[in-house]
């Protein structure tokens, strides 16, 4: 009867301790925390300036529009998440060469000045820059500027090739550059300035959003936008454009196009 007892006693004992086992959290697979062996999804860093709607621009605190629907789907063919800085137009450059952020991307032209700087991928759409002016103003199209008695202010946002060709055309002595283009839209209501120079499709914005102002037909440049990234990185380089190649290829890059310009 003790022989008995005792077996029953060990049995239970060894039930417990493998109950114990079961129930320790070292013991038991923990779905919740990722392999250390599964490498992390890498970042990629795109520079943009946000005050250039359509094309980036900011709703609420995030920031959205073409040039960023575009990079997030690039992302996605790298398998990379993306990130976007926002900082002045003038230092994306510096930025890309510096390494701080791995891409510029804002309505940014290929320009043989720039190309000395920075390597350019394909152009994934295209822009018209245009000239905004006060209803009545005796600028009527972009001859007038050139006149040879003219000498009227022209508003431009800072390093944009709005800037650049204004500069070339007319001197810096007639060229107001501006932080961004709301800035100098403000600028061309007070009076400051005489029109304002800049892409198409967010002049249309600022028209919209201040009283009295009209684009002129007449086109001052046609250009083509592309993303810019640092001279001597190939394998960055071939990636981003195989990946635009496809997004182009899919109809992607039409139909996010199509989503903010009417």
């Known amino acids: 009867m003790k022989k008995f007892t005792k077996m029953i006693a060990l049995v239970l004992v060894c039930g417990m301790l493998f109950c114990l086992a079961a129930c320790d959290p070292a013991s038991t697979p923990d779905n919740s925390t990722p392999d250390s062996s599964t490498p992390a999804q890498q970042t990629l860093k795109m520079g943009t300036n946000a005050y250039f709607q359509p094309y980036e621009y900011y709703e609420g605190s995030k920031i959205i529009g073409i040039d960023a629907e575009i990079a997030e789907a690039i992302a996605g063919k790298l398998g990379m998440k993306l990130e976007i800085v926002d900082m002045k137009f003038d230092a994306i450059i510096t930025a890309v060469q510096e390494g701080s952020v791995d891409f510029g991307m804002a309505g940014m032209t290929v320009k043989e000045d720039r190309l000395k700087e920075v390597d350019f ?74 029109c304002v120079v800049i892409d198409n499709e967010p002049a249309k914005a600022l028209v919209q959003a201040n009283a ?27 990636k981003i454009n195989a990946a635009i190649a496809e997004l182009i290829n899919d109809g992607t890059v039409d139909q996010i196009l199509a989503k903010y310009i009417h």
């Not at 394909?122 to 018209?128: E, K, M, N, P």
């Not at 199209?141 to 204004?166: N, R």
């Not at 083509?224 to 380089?237: E, M, Q, V």
Request: proline share 1%; glycine share 10%; aromatic share 8%.
């Open 212 to 238: 009295g102002l009209q684009i002129l037909d007449s086109h001052y440049a046609d250009e083509d936008y592309a993303i810019c990234i640092k001279k001597g990185n190939k394998d960055l380089y071939d």
């Open 121 to 194: 991928t394909t152009s994934y759409a295209t822009g018209v820059q245009v000239i905004i002016v006060k209803e009545g103003s005796p600028i009527t199209t972009v001859d007038d500027l050139y006149a040879e008695d003219a000498s009227y202010k022209v508003g431009v946002q800072l390093g944009t090739t709005g800037d650049l060709y204004c500069t070339e055309d007319f001197g810096s002595e007639n060229v107001i550059t501006y932080a961004n283009g709301n800035e100098a839209v403000l600028a061309l209501v007070g009076g400051s300035i005489d």
